[in-house]
Antibody, heavy 114, light 110 residues
């Protein structure tokens, strides 16, 4: 059973960079799957941020593309998210997932505040 | 940008059939996925590739797709099915697909 676990700071200052890592266990990140980041602001719906393949190919949400970088570390079986120039609007629960297979982490709340 | 449109809310009595729709221009060509999310929990996949049910999901959950609309049907809805439901799909962009979630539908069973 594939399991995913998000980790990273729960508080980021405005204009800073949000950095999260997703550790994958029970399966290889080099399998033929796309690995995604999703976020959910408090009380709001789900928003797809982007995805990465083990080869390093990425697809991003056009509305976030200028600020997002997703990378993969096959040696550690994990992938990461960086979101730059954050504002309070980026406060959300951030999930990593293999969306179309139904594997999700439990999510981590990131608050943008000084 | 691509959008998937869902009704904000659906309400049924226990035992009735609940239908939640998802409208999108690319749905004739792209699969729809359906997620259930209960308060404070991560989403759970209930339907994939329009109509397939993952193991462990009750048979009362079914999915269909016709033209630009996908539908999640809960036959004989139970109180425990009360949750937010999201559809998920992609546009038809070739090399760089844009995946989107619908706005979500709050299902009330009472």
């Amino acid at each position: 059973q594939v399991q995913l676990q998000e980790s990273g700071p729960g508080l980021v200052k405005p204009s800073g960079t949000l950095s999260l890592t997703c550790a994958v266990s029970g399966g290889s990140i080099s399998s033929s799957n796309w690995w995604s980041w999703i976020r959910q602001p408090p009380g709001k719906g789900l928003e797809w941020i982007g995805e990465i393949y083990h080869s390093g190919s990425t697809n991003y949400n056009p509305s976030l593309k200028s600020r997002v970088t997703i990378s993969v570390d096959k040696s550690k079986n994990q992938f990461s998210l960086k979101l730059s120039s954050v504002t309070a609007a980026d406060t959300a629960v951030y999930y990593c997932a293999r969306i179309t297979s139904g594997y999700w982490g439990q999510g981590t709340l990131v608050t943008v505040s000084s | 940008s691509y959008e998937l449109t869902q009704p904000p809310s659906v309400s049924v009595s226990p035992g009735q059939t609940a239908r939640i729709t998802c409208s999108g221009d690319a749905l004739p060509k792209k699969y729809a996925y359906w997620y259930q999310q209960k308060s404070g929990q991560a989403p759970v996949l209930v339907i994939y590739e329009d109509s397939k049910r993952p193991s462990g999901i009750p048979e009362r959950f079914s999915g269909s797709s016709s033209g630009t609309m996908a539908t999640l049907t809960i036959s004989g809805a139970q109180v425990e099915d009360e949750a937010d439901y999201y559809c998920y799909s992609t546009d038809s962009s070739g090399n760089h697909p844009n995946w989107v979630f619908g706005g979500g539908t709050k299902l009330t069973v009472l």
